[in-house]
T-cell receptor, first 115, second 115 residues
Framework: GAVVSQHPSWVICKSGTSVKIECRSLDFQATTMFWYRQFPKQSLMLMATSNEGSKATYEQGVEKDKFLINHASLTLSTLTVTSAHPEDSSFYIC???????????FGEGSRLTVL | AQSVTQLDSQVPVFEEAPVELRCNYS??????LFWYVQYPNQGLQLLLKYLSGSTLVKGINGFEAEFNKSQTSFHLRKPSVHISDTAEYFCAVNFGGGSNYKLTFGKGTLLTVNP
């Protein structure tokens, strides 16, 4: 089946620093990627929709300047958490849409801990 | 308003017992329906989906679900569970059944299979 890989899977950073998380579709071209945030024991909340070559579309309440999303190629989208604070600590998951079928494939997730 | 409700936050069962995880949605438009499974500190894996056609959908790992339009439900079932089925299960809905591929997730149901 299709594979979506996220890196890093775990990251710990100091408050005020920026952290970049990568989402790659390894064996297909992803015209659209989605970024989710999941708090402990809670559901996934869609943060933004990322289309290759264009600006991301953010969900209501998500700070676009805080969570920078870049989708520079058909196989890579990045989420940068800028000036991270402890409240940004969370599990971030991406999904990629395979063009023809529209099926979504999810990455393994990236756990961010901000000290 | 569009919403996804998983009524049970936790479902404990004994090994080899049957299980049903409930999912209801609220929508005035057509829907695509999905069930995903999440193991600890991992991303989501698609169990099954309903897009159209037969309302009884069979998925991986022996799971099945039935779409009931009149009751706006998509309950997940398995006739005999294994210890390895212990995980978090999420129901997800694409409202409008269409091109945006955006999913709204329920809060999840933790299935715990005991020996």
């Amino acid at each position: 089946g299709a594979v979506v890989s996220q890196h890093p899977s775990w990251v710990i950073c100091k408050s005020g620093t920026s952290v970049k998380i990568e989402c790659r579709s390894l064996d297909f071209q992803a015209t659209t990627m989605f970024w989710y945030r999941q708090f402990p024991k809670q559901s996934l909340m869609l943060m933004a929709t990322s289309n290759e070559g264009s600006k991301a579309t953010y969900e209501q309440g998500v700070e676009k300047d805080k969570f920078l999303i870049n989708h520079a190629s058909l196989t890579l989208s990045t989420l940068t958490v800028t000036s991270a604070h402890p409240e940004d600590s969370s599990f971030y998951i991406c999904s990629a849409r395979r063009g023809n079928t529209g099926e979504l494939f999810f990455g393994e997730g990236s756990r961010l801990t901000v000290l | 308003a569009q919403s996804v409700t998983q009524l049970d936050s936790q479902v404990p069962v004994f090994e080899e017992a049957p299980v049903e995880l409930r999912c209801n949605y609220s929508s005035s438009v057509s829907v695509y329906l999905f069930w995903y499974v999440q193991y600890p500190n991992q991303g989501l894996q698609l169990l099954l989906k309903y897009l159209s056609g037969s309302t009884l959908v069979k998925g991986i790992n022996g799971f099945e679900a039935e779409f009931n339009k009149s009751q706006t439900s998509f309950h997940l079932r398995k006739p005999s569970v294994h210890i390895s089925d212990t995980a978090e299960y999420f129901c997800a809905v694409n409202f409008g059944g269409g091109s945006n591929y955006k999913l709204t997730f329920g809060k999840g149901t933790l299935l715990t299979v005991n020996p």
